[in-house]
């Protein structure tokens, strides 16, 4: 394929060839006509922009030389720039993908003279971001149009007018969320603390509620949102003390907006059993509130029992803080595990065997297959070992669990080994490691 010298967007996704009877999901179907969507309408509004589609599993120079991890991706590139494509990330209706051009073409701003215009801007969607800026060239209002272009499904306005800053009684360069016409965050610029990528990940959360409840529609907008730390709470909607367990969860996500993201985790929805599972929650332990760190998988537990604000903010602050101690889990260890030449391992018994200092231990880290329920139960998307994304190639996700999350995929065997270990971070299908 030869770059032609305009704009042009790729839509780089894998093919379906080797399973014919298999179907796009609902997102991923959605997906792909939002993007036909946007690729007509802006056919008639900027005839210079061209989308097209790379099928990577037969294009497989493009994807090494485009590193392509995750499908379906989107690249922009601009002007035939091959070394510098623009992607574009958690874009999903066809207005936004327009938007998202037009931003990267032309001014991302709106730019506001009066109080009349901005109230108009404000009270036009239910969210709307203003920049209140003494000057509209260089320094921090470049980050907020950087922002702004990162962000096509909320309205954006910026504004240097003396009387819109009375308006509003600001007095430093900010940026102001607003919902409903009321402003809910203001976020001062000073100091150079801000950044794109910071500023960014705040937006985002005020598209979504405090408190997501998980369930196969969110977890789309939950990985659109690119905040690296959830903490989830699991207990039953129907329990005495939920009203209360919820108000105090809510509560505390007010504090840490942007820098954790707060998930409701039903126990009596039957679909998140695998999810009860890979956290060892049981009937017992609920409620129960875990915090997961989507870089490193590592999960910690809260140390109280009680789903109290102050509890809540102290487990929070104390992991933000690089204080909390990491969770470790581990299944029973099996009556039968010395049976067999190949031992069943788990976290509780590795130790004692693979570090034993009278021998050589050859272990065999490897994923447990799926158990049926577990497939039957959600879409085949959501058969997420990672092995089984290539094959499918539908949607998989850029981070260990979607679609249901399939902690599951941490349940290792040495050669027969599940559980977590405090020593060992495993990263591949199967992995097969000497321990002397």
Not at 157 to 172: D, L, M, N, P, Q
Not at 369 to 395: F, G, K, M, Q
């Amino acid at each position: 394929m030869q770059f032609q010298r305009h704009p042009l967007s790729f839509q780089l996704r894998p093919s379906v060839k080797l399973h014919k009877d298999i179907h796009l999901s609902g997102p991923s179907q959605s997906l792909a006509e939002e993007f036909a969507e946007a690729a007509r309408q802006l056919k008639k509004e900027i005839p210079n922009v061209r989308f097209g589609k790379v099928d990577v599993s037969d294009q497989k120079d493009l994807k090494k030389e485009f590193n392509i991890q995750e499908f379906p991706t989107v690249k922009f590139f601009v002007n035939g720039d091959r070394k510098n494509p623009i992607d574009c990330k958690g874009v999903r209706e066809a207005s936004a993908f327009i938007t998202w051009v037009k931003r990267r073409l032309g001014p991302s701003t709106v730019h506001i003279n009066s109080t009349d215009q901005t109230e108009a801007i404000i009270e036009a969607e239910e969210l709307a971001v203003i920049g209140f800026f003494k000057e509209l060239h260089g320094g921090a209002v470049e980050i907020f149009y950087e922002t702004a272009r990162d962000v096509p499904e909320l309205p954006f306005g910026v504004t240097a007018t003396e009387e819109v800053f009375a308006s509003y009684g600001i007095r430093k360069d900010t940026a102001v969320v607003f919902r409903k016409g009321k402003p809910v965050h203001n976020e001062v610029f000073e100091d150079s603390k801000q950044n794109k990528v910071e500023l960014t990940r705040l937006i985002k959360t005020f598209t979504m509620d405090l408190v997501i409840e998980y369930n196969l529609e969110t977890s789309v907008k939950i990985f659109d949102v690119p905040v690296e730390n959830h903490i989830l709470l699991f207990t039953p909607k129907n329990s005495e003390t939920f009203n209360k367990t919820y108000e105090n969860y809510e509560s505390a996500a007010v504090e840490f907006r942007g820098k954790i993201m707060f998930i409701l985790v039903d126990t009596n929805e039957t679909r998140n059993g695998r999810v009860f599972e890979y956290f060892r929650i049981t009937e017992v332990d609920v409620p129960a509130v875990r915090i997961l760190n989507l870089t490193s998988d590592a999960r910690y537990k809260m140390p109280a029992d009680e789903v109290t604000v102050e509890n809540l903010r102290s487990f929070c602050q104390s992991y933000l803080a690089g204080k909390a101690k990491q969770h470790v889990s581990s299944e029973e260890i099996p009556e039968d595990w010395d049976k067999n030449p190949v031992k069943v391992l788990v976290g509780k018994n590795f130790n004692q065997v693979a570090f034993n200092k009278t021998k050589n231990v050859f272990v065999m880290f490897s994923f447990f297959h799926l158990h049926s329920h577990w497939s039957h139960s959600l879409p085949l998307p959501a058969l997420l070992l990672r092995t089984s994304w290539i094959v499918l190639c539908l949607e998989p996700p850029p981070r260990p669990y979607r679609h249901g999350w399939p902690y599951q995929e941490h349940e290792l065997q040495t050669a027969s080994l599940s559980g977590s270990l405090e020593h060992a971070s495993i990263s591949t299908t199967t992995r097969c490691t000497l321990v002397p």
